[in-house]
Every structure is written in C-alpha cells, then in structure tokens.
C-alpha cells in the first residue's frame, strides 16, 4: 500500500535559510516534513546534507514545537554505525513574507537507494543478503534503543542503503515529535498524516496502547518477512483492513510464500511477529542473537525461541532511560504476568528518568546483588554510628 505526498509547497532550489542552509532540490516528502537535498553553509566550506524540514501547518502547534526540541536533543546524542545521526536542529526564519519558523532537522546526506526501491526493483532477496541487512538494522535499533529512543515507524523507506550494502536507519523519533506518546490508527488521517504504517504497525501500537522497543521489534519481523519472501504478510485496500489483520489474523506462514527459507529463520520471523509483545524478543539485540542462531542452525527452531534468546540489560539500561520511551521489563515467570512498563512522563527537557517507579517486590535475577550489597553497606554505617555512640 502507498500513500499520497503531503500537499505542502516545497522551497525552492537556491532559496537560503537563515544564512545556514542552501536548497538544492526535494530528497522526499512524507507525514512529518520535506526532506531537502541541501548545502550547509559556513567556514567558507560547503558541506552536502539532508534537511529535513518539519511541516508549516504543524509548526503553530506549540507542544510540537516543545516535542521536537527535547526529542531532537536525544536523537542528536544517538550514535552507531547504522544510524544517520542528527548534525544539527533548531528553528530558522522561513523567509518570502512567511512569519512562522520552520523547524529543522539536519543529517548527513547517504549515498544509497532505500530499501523499499531494492524490494520493488529485485523482489525477494537471498537469505544471506536478508539476514545480512537484518542484523545490521537490528544494530542501529539497538543503539537507539541504548538511549531510550524506539523508532515507531520503521519500515523499509526509513533504510537506506549506503553504497548498497549497509543499511542506515533514518528517520527515528518523527511519530512521537508529531503526534505525542501515541502514533496510533487515531492518526492515520489527523492532519493529513500517515504515522505507524499500516503494514508495518505492530498490535498494540494499532489500539493505540504504551509503546515500548518490542514495537520495533515486530516491525523488523515484517520488514524481515519482506526481503525474503517479496512482500509483506499482510495487505489489503484500506489501512483499517491492514491493521485489523495485524490485530486478529495470524501471519500467514513464511515457508508458504518462500519455502527455500531454513525453518529455524521462519521461527526468528514468526516469533518477531507475535500478537503480544510479551512472546516476541524483548529487545532487537535479542533478535540480533536469534538471527545468529539461526545462521549457525538452519534446521533447529527451538534454538532460536525468544526466552533462549535473551540479552542482559547494560548498566545504562538498567539505571534510567530517555525520557521518551520504556524499555519493557523482564517477562513474568507464567501465571504471573504483569503490566507493560508505562512510558516516563514526557515533561523536563530531555532529562533521563527512571523506566518504571520503584518496585516492592522482592528483586531477582542479576539485580539481586545489588540489594545485597546496599543492606550490608546500610548495616555497616549502623554499627559505625553504634560504636561512636559508646
């Protein structure tokens, strides 16, 4: 399924914002912004970029504007070899008698098609090529994911291919600078805009529920089932039809549509697109792990199921995350199922705010010791204070 442009006047070729920024001509145009093909001005040198300039008619919309100053501050801190980092982002004067600024973002301009142009020019991709752009992709996701940051709208227009081979991950952070917490099917036709495309929105964030990394973790599934069976596993005339089968229908078998697929792949890809986001991998390091399995036994499925696939939080991780999204907890043991992590209050200025509030329940796992140690720590100071006391 495609979408319509959004229909906003474009700037022109030679027009110069604020002194910084020189248009060349139109890379695209989508829900949130054009992106320019442009030339960063300054030190007498002239530096080609991508300038991805946030609609007019979303700029008067002051929480925004409020949004996309604390996002893009976090997005700009995010770093990695699959991501396309931000250089620089503020507001510069539109000019041509137009009072409002215009919002921008501005990144490094990739050499490379996108990766929607690949599948739509070559069809299905070998498998090596498939897990190859996978694994790199589920590279940048964790990166991103590292700093609290989930992408929402991943799919494969937002991978582009530099020099044909590596993939880049563009375009994080649009949906939430846009539309808030949500990017739900509320606002697929609010304003014109299309956010969580149809075909690549996981279930939950098709209700419209609390977002967290698995999100994007279904996304890559899809995008995963498309390189290697030549489409996506759901389809149809309407986005209501496209996310009510994301929502109840079961995706149809990979080894259906590309049999040549090693089964311990389909389970990485059937298990990436779970309808719960509790049965999917927990994190795209997870999937990153799976996928390795899978590349080391093709014909062994269980080897790649998600609760032998888990990764171990860092130290960043199990501190505090971004103020933009929750990073989801553990999964209970069965019968004991809890809540999603809530997402941290979007308020401050991009300050880190711990994922979940405090928790009563005895600790487990790896996070044991640290209550250990900080008793054994408290009942030293006591002794201390008891002897000085005598």
């Known amino acids: 399924m495609t979408h319509p442009p959004v229909s906003v006047a474009a700037?022109?070729?030679?027009?110069?914002?604020?002194?910084?920024?020189?248009?060349?001509?139109?890379?695209?145009?989508?829900?949130?912004?054009?992106?320019?093909?442009?030339?960063?001005?300054?030190?007498?040198?002239?530096?080609?970029?991508?300038?991805?300039?946030?609609?007019?008619?979303?700029?008067?919309?002051?929480?925004?504007?409020?949004?996309?100053?604390?996002?893009?501050?976090?997005?700009?801190?995010?770093?990695?070899?699959?991501?396309?980092?931000v250089l620089d982002f503020g507001e510069l004067p539109a000019g041509l008698g137009d009072a409002r600024p215009l919002l921008f973002l501005a990144l490094p301009k990739i050499d490379g098609p996108a990766l929607d142009a690949v599948l739509r020019e070559?069809?299905?991709?070998?498998?090596?090529?498939?897990?190859?752009?996978?694994?790199?992709?589920?590279?940048?996701?964790?990166?991103?994911?590292?700093?609290?940051?989930?992408?929402?709208?991943?799919?494969?227009?937002?991978?582009?291919?530099?020099g044909g081979s590596v993939a880049i991950v563009i375009d994080f952070g649009m949906a939430k600078i846009v539309t808030g917490e949500g990017a739900d099917a509320t606002v697929l036709t609010q304003?014109?805009?299309?956010?969580?495309?149809?075909e690549?929105?996981?279930?939950?964030?098709?209700?419209?529920?609390?977002?967290?990394?698995?999100?994007?973790?279904?996304?890559?599934?899809?995008?995963?089932?498309?390189?290697?069976?030549?489409?996506?596993?759901?389809?149809?005339?309407?986005?209501?039809?496209?996310?009510?089968?994301?929502?109840?229908?079961?995706?149809?078998?990979l080894l259906a549509r590309a049999p040549h697929v090693p089964v311990a792949l389909e389970a990485v890809v059937m298990h990436a697109l779970a309808k719960s986001p509790a049965d999917r991998y927990a994190s795209a390091a997870s999937m990153r792990l799976a996928l390795g399995r899978a590349l080391a036994s093709p014909g062994d499925p269980d080897a790649v199921a998600p609760a032998r696939s888990e990764v171990p939080r860092s130290a960043h991780e199990a501190l505090g995350h971004a103020a933009t999204i929750p990073i989801p907890a553990p999964t209970p043991p069965a019968g004991r199922r809890g809540p999603l992590v809530?997402?941290?209050?979007?308020?401050?200025?991009?300050?880190?705010?711990?994922?979940?509030?405090?928790?009563?329940?005895?600790?487990?796992?790896?996070?044991?010791?640290?209550y250990v140690w900080a008793s054994a720590v408290a009942i030293g100071l006591a002794v201390g204070v008891w002897l000085g006391v005598r």
């Open 200 to 253: 690549y929105m996981a279930p939950e964030q098709a209700r419209g529920d609390e977002l967290d990394a698995r999100c994007d973790v279904y996304a890559l599934g899809v995008v995963l089932y498309e390189m290697l069976a030549g489409e996506a596993p759901f389809a149809g005339a309407t986005a209501l039809s496209v996310l009510s089968a994301h929502l109840a229908q079961p995706p149809p078998p």
């Open 342 to 370: 809530s997402p941290a209050a979007e308020r401050g200025s991009g300050r880190r705010l711990p994922a979940r509030a405090p928790s009563l329940a005895p600790p487990s796992g790896s996070r044991m010791w640290l």
């Open 191 to 198: 304003r014109n805009m299309v956010f969580g495309t149809p």
């Open 122 to 162: 070559e069809g299905a991709l070998g498998v090596d090529r498939a897990v190859g752009l996978a694994l790199q992709i589920c590279d940048g996701l964790s990166a991103a994911h590292a700093e609290g940051v989930i992408h929402r709208d991943l799919k494969p227009g937002n991978v582009l291919l530099e």
């Open 11 to 85: 700037l022109r070729a030679g027009h110069v914002l604020g002194g910084r920024f020189e248009i060349v001509g139109v890379l695209g145009e989508g829900g949130s912004g054009i992106v320019y093909d442009a030339v960063a001005l300054g030190d007498g040198a002239r530096r080609p970029v991508a300038l991805k300039v946030i609609h007019g008619h979303l700029v008067g919309d002051e929480q925004i504007r409020k949004r996309f100053a604390r996002e893009a501050a976090i997005l700009r801190r995010m770093e990695g070899a699959h991501l396309c980092p």
